[in-house]
């Protein structure tokens, strides 16, 4: 029953209130420590903001505490840049001493995080980056995710264009974890389908110079286009490749990150696009309903697939503390509790994997004004692989 210790003081210090007040419970009194480690600035800036307002909406609907406990907040600004990534995490459990850490965007980010949750056992909740590792070979009883992996998006969308009629496809991306993944999904559906990737195009994260790969594409004359993209670089590569005169000849699909939380600044240039994703925020259900309004009510904003991802890692946060009284030093029944749950989020309620990832439909949508609307369901109750992950 008692919380991480790390220091010998700090052990004497709970001894003496367990002393004090008659046992352990005293553990349970004291504050939840989390560790946000998000980014705060550059291309990924607003998706932390995002995700921070949707965790926050969750606990302040359920009174500010979770499993009986308040809870605290320590964050780091992470960047996106995976070179700091170690040192961010590493001062969050070794410094901070938090009892949970939850992030982040970036893929290559998050694989730092996993691999010092799974090495000193801090509990990990995931509220967006999709790299497939972290639920893959670095899996663990105390890491889960409240998002997707990049594959399942990607793996949806290249069933939907295959259908589509689309035999020769370019792909587009930055070079790193969520790209090659995402774009990995969807060659594996659409070549099993029968379709063709004539060229694979990559520049570095977070470069927004589209131009030179626009002209690239132009002289190829594939059928279609995929891409991920998200944030300020989705903005950016969705108006110039409409400006580039590509989205009347040759049509872009993308995994939804494309076109989320990006339609105030992208304007004109999106509408029409078809994108794939676990959410969409014209879904008409009263969990959604609820909770856009609740979100509306509390920040002035629109929540988008960030917030609600967020929202869910509060959500995945409650469950195992409900079931362990409070106690995040009981692991396994922690564990237990979330590999049972069904978790009653705003995009349809969802069970995690034995990986410890969303097992969910992933929806077909469309821009229509600044709505990413649902239009039909391309893959239903889609399951990650999971591949290497041993638990
Ligand atoms: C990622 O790095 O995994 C990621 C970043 C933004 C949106 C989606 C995925």
Redesign the pocket.
């Known amino acids: 029953m008692t919380p991480k210790i790390r220091t010998p003081l700090a052990a004497l210090a709970l001894a003496a209130a367990a002393a004090l007040t008659g046992g352990p419970a005293a553990a349970q009194a004291s504050k939840l420590k989390i560790g946000l480690m998000l980014p705060y600035t550059g291309t990924?800036a607003a998706?932390g903001v995002a995700i921070e307002n949707g965790f926050r909406l969750y606990v302040d609907e359920q009174g500010g505490k979770l499993g009986g406990r308040e809870l605290e907040f320590v964050k780091v600004d992470d960047e996106s840049d995976p070179a700091k990534a170690v040192d961010n995490v590493n001062k969050l459990i070794k410094r901070d001493n938090v009892d949970v850490l939850v992030g982040t965007?970036?893929?290559?980010v998050?694989m730092a995080m996993g691999k010092a949750a799974k090495d000193s056992g801090t509990m990990l909740i995931v509220p967006?980056?999709?790299?497939v590792a972290v639920t893959g070979p670095m899996c663990a009883k105390n890491i889960f995710r409240s998002s997707f992996s990049?594959w399942q998006p990607g793996y949806a969308m290249g069933e939907v264009v295959a259908k589509k009629g689309h035999k020769k496809v370019v792909t587009i991306t930055w070079k790193?974890?969520?790209g090659d993944e995402s774009v990995g999904g969807f060659k594996e559906s659409f070549t099993k389908a029968g379709g063709q990737i004539v060229k694979e195009l990559t520049l570095p994260f977070p470069n927004v110079e589209f131009q030179a790969l626009l002209t690239e594409i132009a002289s190829i004359k594939p059928d279609a286009v995929y891409t991920f993209f998200?944030?300020g670089g989705a903005v950016k590569f969705v108006k110039d490749y409409d400006a580039a005169g590509l989205k009347k000849t040759i049509p872009l699909y993308g995994?939804g990150?494309l076109t989320d939380g990006t339609l105030e600044a992208q304007g004109a240039a999106a509408e029409g696009l078809l994108t794939t994703l676990h959410y969409g925020d014209g879904l008409d259900t009263p969990r959604n309903n609820a909770f856009r309004l609740g979100y509306a009510k509390a920040y002035k904003l629109q929540p988008d697939v960030y917030a609600m991802q967020g929202y869910d890692a509060a959500q995945i946060l409650a469950i195992g503390l409900k079931a362990t009284k409070g106690d995040i030093a009981k692991k396994t029944e922690f564990a237990a509790a979330l590999e049972k749950a069904r978790i009653d989020s705003p995009r349809g309620a969802f069970a995690l994997g034995k990986n410890h990832n969303p097992v969910q439909d992933i929806y077909l949508r469309q821009v229509v004004g600044k709505e990413n609307k649902v239009i039909g369901v391309a893959s239903k109750q889609l399951a990650d692989p999971g591949r290497g992950c041993k638990m």
Request: hydrophobic letters at 55%; zero cysteines; proline letters at 0%.
């Open positions: 990924y998706l965007v970036h893929s290559g998050a967006n980056a999709g790299a990049n790193y974890a969520a998200a944030g995994a990150f």
